[in-house]
């Protein structure tokens, strides 16, 4: 069970972060949300997820969750059903948001006035094939510009988000990449006819314990009594889940059209070395770290380690593709915007050419609808810096999947 203490020792400070910025915009919230017809895509994921726990309580007329894995999407219509707050109309979907049944289905519901979009691989493990990268591709693009031309189609009157990702500053993976194209994609102008709704974004820190995350790893490896593996001289900022779903909630109703929400985090107070937080980790449950760099080592002393209230942590070289040592939120020609927010301030989107765009989208369809057409990793990475010159893509050749 993640408690509020055991979230705390990953984020080093006391949780609930943004809530005071919503609570103080809880009137404003209210307008954008109330009574309103919502579709959050994406739903069931762990972001996704804390984003409808979070509009609950200012009463939807209607919210629709679309998700392609069905058992996280029951077990969020359980936990909807089971928290007591009244619904008009909720339903949960099982499908590929970018199917033909999606769009079947924008076409026969009544119009929805907000979107909110999750659904994505967020992995930069993603990127170890062709075959992974197309498919993070088409996720992340591919099927984003499909939804724009379908929701574009019905006339989408109110909000649209879609969450971005740290990552997205100054990329040096696919998956940043992706998501920094993912962000001109949704605020282009001309790429997709009739696309006129409010469009606003996030970029923010890691969730901690969120779904496939490093730290989740922890508490599963912990109870396998498998060793903890982290990796060396790595910094990154954490948030918890309950402050990702509220700066969502927050971004999508409050950011000004072609803006981005950004936590005001600080080096200094809130980034945390990931060897940092496994070892917080421990300490919470009442263990002392025991570094190890041998992974078979390890293995072999766990059980002696734990007999004497201590644990193995393996501490790995951060020389995998596309590691940073840091994580940043906006590049320097990004320029802060304040919005009347204690903990979050604004960044304007940096266009990027809408014909190359349009291109790149053009050259990943075609690859992805007939798979005669060759393609290989070193195509992709030269086809997005031609759209994304900020993009220098760390290759080493080693994958996580080779690690702990």
Same mark, same amino acid.
């Given at each position: 069970m993640i408690t509020e203490g055991l979230v705390q020792a990953a984020t080093g400070r006391p949780p609930g972060m943004f809530l005071r910025d919503a609570e103080a915009c809880r009137e404003r919230l209210s307008h954008e949300f109330q009574g309103r017809r919502i579709l959050v895509i994406g739903a069931a994921g762990s972001i996704g997820a804390a984003t409808v726990r979070a509009l609950l309580p200012f009463a939807p007329s209607a919210l629709h969750a679309v998700d392609i894995n069905e058992n996280s999407l029951t077990e969020l219509v359980r936990e909807v059903r089971g928290g007591g707050v009244p619904m008009k109309e909720f339903l949960a979907l099982p499908l590929d948001y970018g199917s033909p049944v999606m769009e079947r289905l924008l076409l026969e519901q009544p119009r929805y006035d907000v979107v909110l979009l999750f659904a994505a691989l967020k992995h930069v493990r993603s990127e170890k094939t062709s075959h992974t990268l197309l498919q993070m591709l088409d996720t992340n693009l591919v099927k984003l510009f499909r939804l724009m031309r379908w929701l574009s189609g019905t006339r989408l009157p109110g909000r649209f988000f879609s969450?971005?990702?740290?990552?997205?500053?100054? $990329?040096?993976?696919?998956?940043?990449?992706?998501?920094? #194209?993912?962000?001109?994609?949704? +605020?282009?102008?001309?790429?997709? $006819?009739?696309? !006129?709704?409010?469009?606003?974004?996030? /970029? +923010?820190?890691?969730?901690? @314990?969120?779904?496939?995350?490093?730290?989740?790893? +922890?508490?599963?490896?912990?109870?396998? /009594?498998?060793?903890?593996?982290? $990796?060396?001289?790595v910094r990154r900022y954490f948030i918890s889940l309950e402050e990702a779903g509220t700066i969502c909630l927050l971004a999508s109703a409050l950011a000004a059209p072609g803006h981005l929400l950004i936590p005001r985090l600080n080096p200094a107070d809130h980034l945390r070395t990931i060897e940092s937080v496994a070892v917080a980790f421990l300490r919470h449950h009442g263990l002392d770290a025991v570094p190890y760099e041998d992974v078979a080592e390890a293995r072999r002393a766990l059980e002696s380690d734990l007999g004497s209230k201590r644990y193995p942590l393996v501490l790995t070289q951060p020389d995998t593709?596309?590691?940073?040592?840091?994580?940043? @939120? /906006?590049?320097?020609?990004?320029?802060?915007?304040?919005?009347?927010?204690?903990?979050?301030?604004?960044?304007?989107?940096? $266009?990027?050419?809408?014909?190359? #765009?349009?291109?790149?989208?053009? /050259?990943? !369809?075609?690859?992805?609808?007939?798979?005669?057409?060759?393609?290989?990793?070193?195509?992709?990475?030269?086809?997005v810096s031609e759209v994304l010159p900020q993009f220098h893509h760390q290759a080493s050749g080693k994958s996580l999947d080779e690690r702990l």
């Amino acid at each position: 069970m993640i408690t509020e203490g055991l979230v705390q020792a990953a984020t080093g400070r006391p949780p609930g972060m943004f809530l005071r910025d919503a609570e103080a915009c809880r009137e404003r919230l209210s307008h954008e949300f109330q009574g309103r017809r919502i579709l959050v895509i994406g739903a069931a994921g762990s972001i996704g997820a804390a984003t409808v726990r979070a509009l609950l309580p200012f009463a939807p007329s209607a919210l629709h969750a679309v998700d392609i894995n069905e058992n996280s999407l029951t077990e969020l219509v359980r936990e909807v059903r089971g928290g007591g707050v009244p619904m008009k109309e909720f339903l949960a979907l099982p499908l590929d948001y970018g199917s033909p049944v999606m769009e079947r289905l924008l076409l026969e519901q009544p119009r929805y006035d907000v979107v909110l979009l999750f659904a994505a691989l967020k992995h930069v493990r993603s990127e170890k094939t062709s075959h992974t990268l197309l498919q993070m591709l088409d996720t992340n693009l591919v099927k984003l510009f499909r939804l724009m031309r379908w929701l574009s189609g019905t006339r989408l009157p109110g909000r649209f988000f879609s969450v971005s990702s740290d990552k997205a500053a100054y $990329p040096v993976n696919l998956m940043g990449a992706s998501k920094r #194209l993912m962000e001109n994609l949704i +605020f282009s102008e001309g790429l997709v $006819p009739g696309w !006129t709704p409010r469009v606003s974004s996030a /970029r +923010f820190a890691n969730v901690a @314990f969120s779904q496939g995350s490093l730290l989740q790893s +922890f508490v599963e490896r912990l109870d396998k /009594r498998q060793p903890l593996a982290a $990796p060396k001289d790595v910094r990154r900022y954490f948030i918890s889940l309950e402050e990702a779903g509220t700066i969502c909630l927050l971004a999508s109703a409050l950011a000004a059209p072609g803006h981005l929400l950004i936590p005001r985090l600080n080096p200094a107070d809130h980034l945390r070395t990931i060897e940092s937080v496994a070892v917080a980790f421990l300490r919470h449950h009442g263990l002392d770290a025991v570094p190890y760099e041998d992974v078979a080592e390890a293995r072999r002393a766990l059980e002696s380690d734990l007999g004497s209230k201590r644990y193995p942590l393996v501490l790995t070289q951060p020389d995998t593709d596309g590691e940073k040592p840091c994580e940043e @939120f /906006r590049e320097h020609e990004e320029h802060l915007v304040d919005v009347g927010l204690k903990d979050l301030a604004a960044i304007r989107s940096l $266009p990027c050419s809408a014909q190359a #765009l349009g291109s790149l989208l053009d /050259r990943l !369809t075609r690859c992805l609808e007939d798979a005669s057409v060759p393609v290989s990793k070193d195509d992709v990475v030269k086809w997005v810096s031609e759209v994304l010159p900020q993009f220098h893509h760390q290759a080493s050749g080693k994958s996580l999947d080779e690690r702990l």
